[in-house]
């Protein structure tokens, strides 16, 4: 897709006619970024892509009835409280993003079709069709832009302080995919670099009677995400995504039990990582 510059022209928006809606996120909406503990202790930099399912006000939830935003399509269901709950155990920053991914997936490269979806699983979503480049711009602008500068410039201040970093991509995913359940309890995923991610898959493992999945039903791709290869792999940072099964993490008690056991995966695999590596 095309990407203008900020802004049309002065003349554009003095044409008469309705005027382009170029304004996303209304003065008393939140931010796209949520950020917690920017200076936590640990070596984890948390990031949570999908966390949010909120459609801001001036898109009229983008066409689609309340059920269809409330389903794992708008978001990662579970995925924050779960997340919030491993920072605070790992002392570890957090940065989420607030916004629904169907009004930008900030997971995906904004020059791919799919970064502002017209089709979710088999639902149309009209609000997302026949958009103008300047409203699809603003998604951008306001949404996909700050969140990765956000992070970005938390690595730059690590990187700059001489931490270690290690980056976790947080999600959860569907039980039930295009009419087909899922087995696996969670699924732990990489794109060129499994050193950290094997580590963790291992300590998964180590609890009987739990399917740990080795880089399916995804893997991380440079075409299908964007979190991972521009963050992690640009800097060569060890990483991780992981994903945890909706239904399990959909109730706080669930979110809980994950987020302890996710911690105590992924202290176990930072102590067994080599520190050269890092
Ligand atoms: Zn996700």
Not at 122 to 134: A, F, H, K, L
Not at 236 to 263: C, F, K
């Amino acid at each position: 897709m095309s990407e203008p510059r900020d802004g049309a022209r002065a003349e554009d928006r003095s044409a008469s006619g309705p005027q382009p809606r170029c304004a996303l996120l209304a003065a008393d909406e939140p931010p796209p970024v949520l950020a917690e503990r920017r200076h936590g202790r640990s070596s984890f930099v948390i990031v949570v892509d999908h966390a949010g399912a909120r459609i801001p006000r001036s898109l009229e939830n983008l066409g689609l009835p309340a059920a269809e935003l409330a389903r794992h399509i708008a978001w990662d269901i579970g995925s924050l409280g779960m997340a919030r709950r491993m920072a605070a155990a790992l002392d570890a920053p957090l940065v989420a993003q607030n916004y629904s991914r169907l009004v930008i997936d900030c997971n995906r490269d904004p020059r791919v079709a799919s970064s502002i979806p017209p089709m979710s699983e088999w639902i149309s979503v009209p609000g997302n069709i026949g958009r103008s480049p300047q409203e699809l711009a603003a998604r951008r602008a306001e949404i996909f832009d700050p969140y990765h500068a956000h992070i970005r410039a938390l690595l730059d201040e690590r990187q700059a302080a001489g931490l270690r970093t290690i980056l976790i991509a947080q999600h959860t995913m569907t039980d039930e995919y295009k009419g087909v359940r899922r087995a696996m309890h969670a699924a732990v995923l990489y794109n060129r670099d499994r050193r950290f991610a094997g580590l963790v898959l291992e300590m998964l493992r180590r609890e009987s009677g739990l399917i740990i999945a080795d880089n399916e039903p995804y893997f991380v791709s440079d075409e299908t995400d964007y979190t991972i290869p521009q963050h992690a792999e640009a800097r060569a940072l060890p990483y991780v995504e992981i994903e945890v099964r909706q239904d399990l993490v959909t109730e706080e008690a669930g979110q809980a039990l994950w987020a302890a056991r996710l911690a105590a995966a992924l202290a176990a695999a930072e102590a067994a990582f080599p520190a050269a590596g890092s």
